[in-house]
């Protein structure tokens, strides 16, 4: 069974970078075909794909959030992480990582983790 966990603060002031990282157990990032994604829900909207993290190493951007957005791994813990910089209250949200095989669409998603931006 493939299963996601998000980890991360809770709360972020204004201007700073929030980090979250999601832990994968039961499949591998790198496993072939497999792509690794972050996706937030802002309060009273729709979901809101921000990027992705191939199984060979490579990254895309939602184009409206690419200039403040990092996604990284770390193969040997089997987690991907992700940075949003200067954060406004804008970004307060759940964050969700998800899972996609052989383009199939999402399988597995974590459960998700809110995310509030406050001073």
């Known amino acids: 069974q493939v299963q996601l966990q998000e980890s991360g603060p809770g709360l972020v002031k204004p201007s700073q970078t929030l980090s979250l990282t999601c832990t994968v157990s039961?499949?591998?990032?790198?496993?072939?075909?497999?792509?690794w994604s972050w996706i937030r829900q802002p309060p009273g909207k729709g979901l809101e794909w921000m990027g992705v993290?191939?199984?060979?190493?490579?990254?895309y951007y939602s184009p409206s959030l690419k200039s403040r957005t990092s996604i990284s791994r770390d193969t040997s813990k089997n987690q991907f992480s992700l940075q949003l910089s200067s954060v406004t209250p804008d970004d307060t949200a759940v964050y969700y990582c998800?899972?996609?095989?052989?383009?199939?669409?999402?399988?597995?998603w974590g459960q998700g983790t809110q995310v509030t931006v406050s001073s």
């Open positions: 998800a899972r996609e095989q052989d383009e199939n669409g999402y399988d597995y």
């Open positions: 993290t191939v199984y060979d190493g490579s990254t």
């Open positions: 039961g499949d591998s990032i790198t496993t072939s075909y497999s792509t």
